[in-house]
Each structure stands twice: as structure tokens, then as C-alpha cells.
């Protein structure tokens, strides 16, 4: 009998269910029946505290389509990990290696993104053995093309700039549509490609606001009634580029607005002299249904997670590389950031077809 713990970690995304689904019917196809899947609260909140379920079949029918997790999740953050917890005495990392071997664990699927890969790392470092899921609406994982959640957000994403669209269109405006993708520029690049924005600002390429009012202004003397500029939340200036991290930290953390996008707005009205309307979809892109291709990703990521579980394979992640999925080692994860390559393939068609990227 094995005994198969899963997990999911950090923010949620869609698929997140899919990709259980699929690594739990691979399971009970792979062993004929003959495994036990537990499934662990809240992501290493549940390991670390000891809350945990025996998950029967029937759980995981019927949750292809269904968005979050039926897990539940949690944010913990790595850097915390090896930190004692004074107040309750806990030493986290032993706790969850206790859950793991009281549970009887043979293997734990941790399904996350980068903070997750860090921890799941350490915890296969510290003897446990482990294999993991690619999940985050930034596709910001190293070690894959693709993580899911990504093409589900994009829709989500672009549709926002399309509704804008509309809107921008009839009362001749500028808008910004904020994206999001913490510090990476993936979703933002897709979602301003997909819906046609006229400015797509990413964080790895730093803006120069006279240039953003430049595009602006000749979209304008084109006669063009509208634009719209798809904003990463991450999205950074060249004077901010030159800064020294902790400045940039101390400036961001003492800026007047809510938002990078906001700030970018009150900066194109001094220059332009005209009102610019801010959108942010926030956690909206995150929710709902998981798209066709991440259903397909998350299914065949999930096989490969229970091949590797039948082959006692551990210590990985399933990556999708040039179209197959491949086991990625733990340790070529861990640490790393995906960020979007500046010359991509998408950045110049976009950059050849006249979008502006502020620089
Ligand atoms: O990592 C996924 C993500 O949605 C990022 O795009 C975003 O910056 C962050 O999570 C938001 O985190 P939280 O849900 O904790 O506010």
C-alpha cells in the first residue's frame, strides 16, 4: 500500500484542482487501487500543525472545471522556514517532517510556485521524499516553459483590455489596465498582446515616463481617440532601475498611491494635461474556472507526478520543456526566477508591429 500526501501552497490559481485530480486518478490507476491519498490542509500551515484528511476517490470527481483548491492554501514564507517560533515553541521544519512520518508517508505532492519550490527543496534536502506541480498565474518557475494557472489568467487578463476597449473607444480616452505577475512581465506581455494594448510596460523593461507621453501624444495627433497601456504591477522606471534596493523599497513603501499604475496615471496628466483612468482586475484573475490548456497541462502534469511516484522517482518537479513534460531536479529549481528574456520571440513581433514598451 502506498500512502501519497498532496499538497497545494501560496496563492491559488486555476487548475489547481485539476492538477490533484490528475495526479490522484493516475494514482489509483497506477497502483490498481492499492494507495492511500491523504490530503494536507492548507498547504505547510496543514504539514506544520498536523491537519490533515484521508481523501477518499469520490473526493476528486467532479473538481476538473471547479477554481481554488479543495485543499485550501497558505502563504509561508520560506525565509521563515528555518525560524523558530518562539511562541509556541515549534521548530516548523521538524514538525512537518513529524506529520510526514506519522502519516506513513511514501511521497508528498506539493503542488506551488517559487516560495513553494524553495520549502519543498529543503524539505526533500531533509529526507523527505518529494515531487512537485508548477502553478502560478506569473509563469515565473524556472525549470519549466509553461506553469498552469498562466493561460487561464491571460483570458481573464485580456478580456479586462477588451471591456476597457469598448469604453476607451466611446469616450476617447487613456486608460491603464494594472496586470498582475508580481515581478515578472509574463502575464502582462501576453495579456497587452492578446488585447491589443498600445503601451505594455513590463518590469524588466524599465520605463521612461516622457517616453510613455510621447507614444501618447502621437497616437493622438494620428488621430487616434484612445489608448490603453497594459501595466505590470511590477512595472519599474529607469530612474527607479538605477536605484539601490533598499532605496527602491524605502521609495515604493512611502509612494502616495495604492499602485505603480496609479503613480504612472497622476505622471502622464502633469505631462499630457489630460485625465487617465486606472483598472485593476486584482485577484480577479486568479479566480474561476481553469481554461482548456491548463485542464490538458494540469492532467499531464499530474500523470507524470504519479509516473514518478510509481517509479520512485523523488526529488522532482514536472516541467514542461519543448512541448514534453520532463522530471526538473529540485535543486535546479530552487531559488530562480523565470524572468521574461528581454529579446523574446513576443517582445519583438510586439516591438515590430509598433506596441511601446516605454523605453
Ligand atoms: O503569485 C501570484 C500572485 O497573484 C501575484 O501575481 C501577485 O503579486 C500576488 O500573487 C498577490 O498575492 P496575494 O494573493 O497574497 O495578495
Redesign the pocket.
Known amino acids: 500500500m502506498k500512502k501519497v500526501g498532496i499538497l497545494t501552497s501560496g496563492?491559488d490559481c486555476q487548475g489547481l484542482n485539476a492538477a490533484i485530480r490528475g495526479v490522484a486518478k493516475s494514482l489509483y490507476e497506477q497502483f490498481s487501487d492499492d494507495v492511500e491519498i491523504y490530503g494536507i490542509q492548507d498547504g505547510y500551515g496543514g504539514l506544520i500543525n498536523g491537519v490533515y484528511k484521508k481523501m477518499k476517490k469520490s473526493d476528486f470527481s467532479g473538481i476538473l472545471t471547479l477554481g481554488g483548491t479543495i485543499l485550501g492554501t497558505s502563504?509561508q514564507p520560506f525565509k521563515m522556514m528555518r525560524v523558530i517560533d518562539e511562541e509556541n515553541n515549534l521548530d516548523k521544519v521538524k514538525a512537518m517532517k513529524n506529520t510526514y512520518r506519522q502519516i506513513g508517508l511514501d511521497c508528498l505532492v506539493i503542488i506551488g510556485?517559487n516560495g513553494t519550490h524553495k520549502s519543498a527543496n529543503m524539505l526533500w534536502e531533509e529526507g523527505l521524499n518529494v515531487v512537485t506541480m508548477p502553478k502560478?498565474?506569473?509563469n515565473d518557475v524556472w525549470g519549466t516553459d509553461m506553469t498552469f494557472g498562466f493561460y487561464s489568467a491571460v483570458d481573464i487578463a485580456t478580456q479586462v483590455i477588451d471591456c476597457i476597449h469598448t469604453t476607451a473607444t466611446s469616450h476617447g480616452r487613456v486608460f491603464i489596465v494594472e496586470i498582475?505577475?508580481?515581478k515578472v512581465g509574463w502575464l502582462n506581455l501576453y495579456a497587452g498582446i492578446a488585447g491589443g494594448a498600445d503601451v505594455v510596460l513590463l518590469p524588466e523593461i524599465p520605463y521612461d515616463i516622457n517616453k510613455v507621453a510621447q507614444v501618447l501624444e502621437r497616437r493622438e495627433n494620428d488621430g487616434k481617440r484612445f489608448s490603453i497601456l497594459a501595466v505590470a504591477?511590477g512595472a519599474i522606471s529607469k530612474d527607479e532601475s538605477e536605484m539601490k534596493k533598499k532605496d527602491f523599497k524605502a521609495g515604493r513603501e512611502n509612494m502616495p498611491y495604492p499602485s505603480v499604475s496609479y503613480r504612472i496615471a497622476d505622471e502622464l496628466k502633469a505631462a499630457m494635461g489630460q485625465e487617465i483612468r486606472v483598472t485593476v482586475p486584482g485577484?480577479f484573475q486568479?479566480g474561476g474556472s481553469p481554461c482548456a490548456y491548463d485542464r490538458v497541462l494540469c492532467t499531464r502534469f499530474g500523470a507524470a507526478a504519479a509516473r514518478l511516484i510509481k517509479q520512485e522517482k523523488y526529488g522532482y518537479m514536472t516541467g514542461l520543456k519543448n512541448g514534453l513534460i520532463v522530471p526538473v531536479p529540485l535543486g535546479e529549481v530552487a531559488g530562480k526566477l523565470k524572468r521574461v528574456p528581454v529579446d523574446c520571440d513576443e517582445i519583438l513581433a510586439a516591438r515590430e508591429m509598433g506596441i511601446s514598451f516605454g523605453d
Open positions: 496563492g502563504r510556485g502560478t498565474i506569473d498582475m505577475g508580481h504591477e485577484h486568479r
